[in-house]
């Protein structure tokens, strides 16, 4: 593997897209429906799409292997908070989350940010705790108006 990270560019937003689709959909069936995870990539890829990463306030990085993008992850400078991080299936459990949460912790920290919240998918709370992040809340992550998720609302503070 040679893993590289980088910051996000204009160019890899179709990347980016795909390995959304591929970690909600491989991730996250046993915590979500089809419907759920079917209007969570849509929403994601229209809003993607046409915003992208035009926020300055948003921060994202990628990890790349072999010229592919195979994950990535943003923070919002500030709302002080993890947009969230996502892999390809195929690369979990190998480190690579964590050095992208490492990474845009290291940002926030960058911009004297003293802590930093997520919303956590129900698969990925045992992740986010091995990395210092503690429950919050149960919530509700409204998509649409018709379609909610259940999360959980981690922080981490940085002293």
Request: with cysteine.
């Amino acid at each position: 593997m040679q893993l590289q990270i980088r910051n996000i560019s204009p160019d890899d937003v179709n990347e980016i897209i795909t390995v959304h689709k591929k970690s909600v959909y491989g991730l996250c069936k046993e915590f979500y429906s089809q419907e759920q995870m079917r209007i969570w990539t849509d929403l994601f890829k229209h809003k993607f799409s046409n915003e992208g990463i035009k926020d300055a306030n948003n921060v994202g990085i990628v990890a790349i292997d072999n010229n592919k993008i195979i994950g990535y992850g943003f923070i919002n400078l500030n709302d002080k908070e993890v947009n969230g991080i996502y892999l390809i299936p195929e690369f979990t459990n190998k480190g690579i989350g964590k050095m992208i949460l490492s990474k845009l912790e290291s940002i926030a920290q960058d911009h004297k940010l003293n802590e930093l919240t997520l919303n956590s998918t129900l698969n990925a709370v045992h992740f986010y705790r091995e990395c210092g992040y503690k429950k919050i809340r149960e919530e509700l992550f409204q998509l649409t108006d018709n379609c909610r998720i259940p999360c959980i609302n981690m922080i981490k503070k940085f002293y």
